[in-house]
C-alpha cells in the first residue's frame, strides 16, 4: 500500500519549534518532488514548502520564509518540514504531497496536481 504518513505535530508557544516528518510506505521518495501544505479551520489549503526529487531545489511560501526549512533523508525515505520561530497564524493541519516530476530539480506548482497526500498531523501555536 502506497502511503505517506505526516508526523511531529502538536502545541508550542509562539517562537517554538517543530520538526514535522512526512515518511513513506510502499514507495520511494527518491524519484518525487515533496511538497508541504496547510489548512487552518475555516480557510483554503494553502501551500507552504517543496522539495525537488534532488533535494537541490526548495520553494517557500512568502509567509514562511527565513522560517521554515525542508530536507530529505533517502536512507530514512523521510522528508522533513522544520517550522521555528512559530505564529498563532501557522496553526493549521499540515500535510505533505508526493508528485512525480520530469526533472530531479523541479518544484511543481503547488496548485499542480500531487500524486499522494498524508492525513495530515496538526500544529497548534498558542500561549
Known amino acids: 500500500q502506497l502511503q505517506l504518513v505526516e508526523s511531529g505535530g502538536g502545541l508550542v508557544q509562539p517562537g517554538g519549534s517543530l520538526r514535522l516528518s512526512c515518511a513513506a510506505s510502499?514507495?520511494?521518495?527518491?524519484?518525487?518532488?515533496i511538497g508541504w501544505f496547510r489548512q487552518a479551520p475555516g480557510k483554503e489549503r494553502e501551500g507552504v514548502s517543496c522539495i525537488s526529487s534532488s533535494g537541490g531545489n526548495t520553494n517557500f511560501a512568502d509567509s514562511v520564509k527565513g522560517r521554515f526549512t525542508t530536507s530529505r533523508d533517502s536512507a530514512k525515505n523521510t522528508v522533513y518540514l522544520q517550522v521555528n520561530s512559530l505564529k498563532p497564524e501557522d496553526t493549521a493541519i499540515y500535510f505533505c504531497a508526493a508528485a512525480a516530476t520530469l526533472h530531479s530539480s523541479t518544484c511543481p506548482s503547488f496548485y499542480a496536481t500531487w500524486d499522494y497526500w498524508g492525513q495530515g498531523t496538526q500544529v497548534t501555536v498558542s500561549s
Open positions: 510502499g514507495f520511494t521518495l527518491d524519484y518525487y518532488a
